[in-house]
């Protein structure tokens, strides 16, 4: 039996299947957040673009994936010319103002930089020239590094601090959701939220830390939610306690993760708080959650204890609250581009639903002047949604496929066939 679409019951009479249902509402949240932060940037005269990974050398080398990567390049130029299509449809301009790059290139130790007022720089200028202090930090944390987590998805935070050195490694971390930010119930499964890939999932809970962040705590809920907070967005909640001169960086660590770009949740969270980063890919932002104090669901097995996450409570609240404030803005903007009459053809038909659905929620939130008492609040649950949408794992460029899937398969036509053909002939 399915279970009850969250925003709305009447949908879940339509698509029976509960994964199938979970799926559609996420990829339309998660889009919409995309659309209202693409049109934020040009609303603000801020560039906009989005990276994709710089290609190996094993990939350069190597006729047949130098031909794979081209091939996922295009699939790439086609997702983003779809976005690009809605958003310019709603308001005409914005989209030649998104635009496609590469992120650069590095191995192990290399870093993404959180620019303190640098919304209004092109992104690649916003990475910091190299000082005796970001020297100095990056060699501490090389020396640490198989000390924290190194396993897929391992970014480590850092902060260089030319005042006051900071040698601390801010690693990816393992926390529980609480109700109020992220509402769904998930499915029946065990651990609604843990990172657990296909090929291997029981990967996150392993003692490894090349591997996994170790087990969970001794007597955890079955009904925990779990998310991950990145090191980024923690070292940005330190750089806030330690001066205006401090600069959050992450730095890849291990052999698993190579994109030198910030995932897309991580990058609303840098907006918000003044630190955006140097590159922005869309792939993967799987249960993500902003910076918090507290404990961490993850057991340090040679020390045997649950660690803390060394997080300062004012400070999260007050950049959680502002993280909020603004999803929740870009999520009423994005909802109604999605229902535009100029753009709903370019949008699959349960997600115009969704997006129609969405909308009538959003009402209910604190901001709306229809809504009397409201009944949720938006510096505290504004972007909610968007949260339990990120507990539904999937890359955002896969989600934008499903959702904008009329729009993608027109460009991907024309890549494949019309394009193609032109060229022959000349």
């Not at 896969?398 to 494949?416: E, G």
Request: charged share 20%.
């Amino acid at each position: 039996m399915a279970k009850e679409f969250i925003l709305n019951q009447r949908f879940s009479q339509q698509v029976e299947d509960y994964d199938e249902i979970i799926q559609v509402e996420s990829d339309t949240i998660v889009v919409a957040v995309i659309i209202g932060f693409v049109l934020t940037r040009f609303y603000q005269n801020q560039p906009c673009q989005f990276d994709i990974e710089h290609p190996t050398d094993k990939k350069i080398n190597n006729a047949e994936k130098q031909a794979e990567y081209l091939s996922e390049w295009q699939d790439f130029l086609n997702v983003l010319n779809a976005l690009a299509e809605v958003v310019d449809r709603f308001e005409p301009g914005c989209g030649k103002w998104l635009r496609d790059g590469q992120s650069a290139t590095g191995d192990e130790g290399a870093l993404i930089t959180g620019k303190s007022g640098g919304a209004t720089s092109e992104s690649k200028s916003r990475a910091t020239p190299n000082n005796y202090s970001k020297m100095a930090m990056i060699n501490n944390a090389m020396s640490k590094r198989t000390t924290v987590y190194q396993g897929r998805g391992a970014y480590t935070g850092l902060v260089e601090n030319p005042i006051s050195a900071n040698a601390n490694l801010y690693p990816t971390m393992r926390v529980s959701a609480n109700t109020t930010e992220r509402p769904w119930p998930g499915k029946d499964d065990n651990y609604w939220g843990l990172i657990s890939p296909e090929n291997n999932p029981k990967v996150n809970l392993s003692t490894n830390p090349a591997e996994g962040m170790g087990p969970l705590p001794t007597g955890t809920e079955k009904s925990v939610k779990i998310g991950y907070v990145h090191g980024m967005c923690t070292a940005i909640s330190h750089c806030v306690d330690e001066g205006p001169w401090a600069t959050p960086y992450e730095m890849t660590t291990g052999s698993s993760t190579t994109k030198l770009a910030s995932c897309f949740p991580c990058t609303t969270f840098m907006y918000s708080s003044g630190y955006p980063p140097s590159s922005i890919h869309l792939g993967r932002g799987e249960s993500w959650l902003p910076p918090r104090a507290g404990d961490r669901l993850e057991v340090n097995v040679a020390r045997g204890n649950q660690l803390e996450t060394h997080c300062d409570s004012a400070i999260c609240s007050n950049l959680s609250k502002r993280w909020h404030r603004e999803i929740y803005q870009q999520l009423s903007l994005g909802s109604r581009v999605l229902m535009h009459e100029r753009v709903e053809e370019l949008i699959g038909a349960y997600d115009v639903l969704a997006a129609k659905i969405l909308s009538s929620e959003l009402k209910l939130y604190g901001k709306s002047s229809q809504t009397p008492v409201p009944q949720f609040d938006v510096e505290t649950q504004g972007g909610s949604l968007f949260l339990s949408a990120l507990s539904v794992h999937d890359s955002e460029v896969n989600r934008l496929k499903r959702c904008l899937q009329p729009a993608y398969a027109t460009y991907n036509f024309a890549t494949n066939y019309v394009l193609r053909d032109v060229g022959q002939k000349k």
